[in-house]
């Protein structure tokens, strides 16, 4: 799986956070995301695509790889 | 009941399209129809009243599915026809025109409609704000005069946005409210006065305390109003943002209970093989024991994904903490929980007046919701708090600290 990570949409709403900490964090200046981890390991998919569907501002993108 | 084989959702925006997601990446196979009455494919609305009126995204930013995505749905997508009535015994979705189109499980995910001003909304000038369309008409008529002056009615969190935009285009912007501060239902009267503070120092003059009591016009385009306390404002655009009812209207004679919305018990189901999701449900959030409907981005998602599963048969309970956040000028504030009027305040980090900090809101004896005003990180962190319903006297001045480091300036009321 392919993480990408729009940041330019982010509203730092931390849902990918509580959905995929090992994946996801927050700047502290201004809670924009930050990607940990483009290339999350299997046992991390859930959680990843439940933080890209809850997402408000789509700003997290998926892709098979 | 078995596993539908034929699932109809009607509204096709954030819940809408969430719920047919869902459904898909969750197996189902069967038919699949996607019924909405605006003519653009499904967009996200939060941009509109920021980046879109602010004029720094153009409309493409915001769809919520590429058209590949869309088609890869396998949905039969009724765009641009709207539903008109709606027969629970057979088990049938009119829709505008007669058509009809069967189901077994339905999805009402109609949102909201926004309110109107008795005499105001056949002039030229006069706005609301929901859709795509309403937001870009309102841009084009802030561009179309330099210097315009703007009247917003109604400083919820929807007028208190518009205002920041069209302040940031320099325009002369008057807010007017008949509450004494903005955003009160919100967040209540302490945070409220903070959004008022703001909005002045950023140069809105404030109109709080007064209503409107009708407008002025020339050739069919506003001019100005008269407010309640009889002051004559000139206006060349106005923004009318007084709250929203959940869209329902087609739903008459259906039979559902109709009262704040579509009232649903704890699992989202209005009736047999009927469920709603997003602004236009109530339901009974076994969290804080108590009926909701929200109008809250996050919601429509989560609502709907919930709702996805209990039409495949899962029939768990919707009961989660809400989030909302809403972005004016420099401040980014954003929520969980709920927000009672009669709510007592702490601040567990930052200060009130340093534009940084989070707060909570406790109601008998329990902290009900967390704000937090430019601090995006440490808000998440005390979310937990609200999961826990964690017990008020916790928090308040006490050597057992909650998390290490937090200021507490105590109890505000
Ligand atoms: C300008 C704006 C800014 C916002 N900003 C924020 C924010 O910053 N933070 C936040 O948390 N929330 C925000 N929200 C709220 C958020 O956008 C809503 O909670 C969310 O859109 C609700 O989604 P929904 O799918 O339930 O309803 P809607 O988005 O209202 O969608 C309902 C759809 O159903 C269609 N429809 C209605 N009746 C019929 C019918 N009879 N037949 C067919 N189709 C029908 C409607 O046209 C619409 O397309 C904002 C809302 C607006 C309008
Ligand atoms: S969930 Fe989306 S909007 Fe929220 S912080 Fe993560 S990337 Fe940003």
Same mark, same amino acid.
């Given at each position: 799986?392919?993480?990408?990570?729009?940041?330019?949409?982010?509203?730092?709403?931390?849902?990918?956070?509580?959905?995929?900490?090992?994946?996801?964090?927050?700047?502290?200046?201004?809670?924009?995301?930050?990607?940990?981890?483009?290339?999350?390991?299997?046992?991390?998919?859930?959680?990843?695509?439940?933080?890209?569907?809850?997402?408000?501002?789509?700003?997290?993108?998926?892709?098979?790889? | 009941?078995?596993?539908?084989?034929?699932?109809?959702?009607?509204?096709?925006?954030?819940?809408?399209?969430?719920?047919?997601?869902?459904?898909?990446?969750?197996?189902?196979?069967?038919? !699949?129809?996607?019924?909405?009455? /605006?003519?653009?494919?499904?967009?996200?609305?939060?941009?509109?009243?920021?980046?879109?009126?602010?004029?720094?995204?153009? =409309?493409?930013?915001?769809?919520?599915?590429?058209? /590949?995505?869309?088609?890869?749905?396998?949905?039969?997508?009724?765009?641009?026809?709207?539903?008109?009535?709606?027969?629970?015994?057979?088990? +049938?979705?009119?829709?505008?025109?007669?058509?009809?189109?069967?189901?077994? %499980?339905?999805?009402?995910?109609?949102?909201?409609?926004?309110?109107?001003?008795p005499g105001a909304h056949h002039l030229a000038g006069v706005h609301l704000l929901r859709t795509l369309d309403d937001a870009l008409a309102l841009r084009a008529d802030l561009r179309r005069k330099p210097?315009?002056?703007?009247?917003?009615?109604?400083?919820?969190?929807?007028?208190?946005?518009?205002?920041?935009?069209?302040?940031?285009?320099?325009?002369?912007?008057?807010?007017?409210?008949?509450?004494?501060?903005?955003?009160?239902?919100? &967040?209540?009267? +302490?945070?409220?006065?903070?959004?008022?503070?703001?909005?002045?120092?950023?140069?809105?003059?404030?109109?709080?305390?007064?209503?409107?009591?009708? &407008? &002025?016009?020339?050739?069919?385009?506003?001019?100005?109003?008269? !407010?309640?306390?009889?002051?004559?404002?000139?206006?060349?655009?106005?923004?009318?943002?007084?709250?929203?009812?959940? %869209?329902?209207?087609?739903?008459?004679?259906?039979?559902?209970? !109709?009262?704040?919305?579509?009232?649903?018990?704890?699992?989202? +189901?209005?009736?047999?093989?009927?469920?709603?999701?997003?602004?236009?449900?109530?339901?009974?959030?076994?969290?804080?024991?108590?009926?909701? +409907?929200?109008?809250?981005?996050?919601?429509?998602?989560?609502?709907?994904?919930?709702?996805?599963?209990?039409?495949?048969?899962?029939?768990?309970?919707?009961?989660?903490? =809400?989030? &909302?956040?809403?972005?004016?000028?420099?401040?980014h504030i954003q929520a969980y929980g709920i927000f009672p009027a009669d709510a007592e305040l702490a601040v567990l980090h930052g200060e009130l007046e340093g534009g940084h900090f989070v707060v909570a809101?406790?109601?008998?004896?329990?902290?009900?919701?967390?704000?937090?005003?430019?601090?995006?990180?440490?808000?998440?962190?005390?979310?937990?708090?609200?999961?826990?319903?964690?017990?008020? %006297?916790?928090?308040?001045?006490?050597?057992?600290?909650?998390? =290490?480091?937090?200021? !507490?300036?105590?109890?505000?009321?």
């Amino acid at each position: 799986m392919q993480v990408t990570l729009h940041q330019d949409k982010c509203v730092a709403s931390g849902q990918c956070v509580l959905a995929a900490q090992d994946v996801f964090d927050q700047r502290d200046k201004d809670g924009l995301a930050v990607l940990l981890d483009d290339r999350p390991p299997a046992e991390l998919h859930d959680d990843v695509r439940h933080a890209a569907a809850v997402c408000p501002a789509l700003a997290i993108a998926l892709a098979d790889s | 009941m078995s596993t539908p084989r034929n699932v109809v959702i009607v509204g096709a925006s954030v819940a809408g399209l969430t719920a047919a997601v869902t459904l898909r990446t969750e197996g189902y196979d069967g038919r !699949l129809t996607l019924i909405g009455d /605006e003519p653009h494919t499904p967009y996200n609305r939060p941009p509109l009243s920021k980046q879109i009126l602010a004029g720094t995204w153009e =409309p493409d930013r915001i769809k919520l599915r590429t058209d /590949e995505e869309l088609s890869a749905l396998d949905a039969r997508l009724l765009f641009g026809s709207s539903a008109s009535g709606l027969d629970t015994a057979a088990r +049938r979705v009119v829709l505008d025109g007669g058509a009809s189109v069967s189901y077994d %499980a339905l999805v009402i995910a109609t949102g909201v409609t926004p309110n109107s001003l008795p005499g105001a909304h056949h002039l030229a000038g006069v706005h609301l704000l929901r859709t795509l369309d309403d937001a870009l008409a309102l841009r084009a008529d802030l561009r179309r005069k330099p210097g315009a002056r703007v009247a917003v009615v109604g400083a919820g969190f929807l007028g208190s946005e518009a205002a920041a935009a069209a302040r940031r285009m320099r325009l002369d912007v008057t807010m007017i409210d008949p509450r004494p501060v903005p955003m009160r239902r919100q &967040f209540g009267d +302490r945070i409220a006065a903070l959004v008022g503070q703001l909005h002045k120092k950023n140069g809105v003059s404030m109109r709080c305390g007064t209503g409107v009591r009708r &407008f &002025f016009e020339s050739g069919g385009r506003v001019t100005g109003l008269e !407010l309640t306390d009889d002051t004559l404002l000139d206006a060349d655009v106005v923004v009318v943002a007084i709250g929203a009812a959940p %869209a329902i209207g087609w739903l008459a004679g259906s039979g559902l209970e !109709l009262r704040n919305g579509v009232e649903c018990d704890p699992t989202c +189901r209005a009736a047999p093989g009927v469920y709603a999701a997003g602004d236009v449900a109530s339901w009974h959030n076994n969290h804080f024991g108590c009926r909701m +409907r929200l109008e809250h981005r996050l919601n429509a998602t989560e609502q709907a994904r919930a709702v996805a599963h209990n039409v495949l048969g899962e029939n768990q309970p919707f009961a989660p903490v =809400p989030y &909302f956040w809403t972005d004016q000028y420099d401040a980014h504030i954003q929520a969980y929980g709920i927000f009672p009027a009669d709510a007592e305040l702490a601040v567990l980090h930052g200060e009130l007046e340093g534009g940084h900090f989070v707060v909570a809101y406790g109601h008998r004896g329990r902290v009900v919701g967390v704000l937090g005003w430019n601090s995006p990180c440490e808000l998440r962190k005390l979310r937990q708090l609200v999961v826990d319903r964690a017990p008020w %006297a916790s928090i308040l001045p006490a050597p057992q600290a909650v998390w =290490p480091g937090r200021h !507490l300036s105590a109890s505000l009321r």
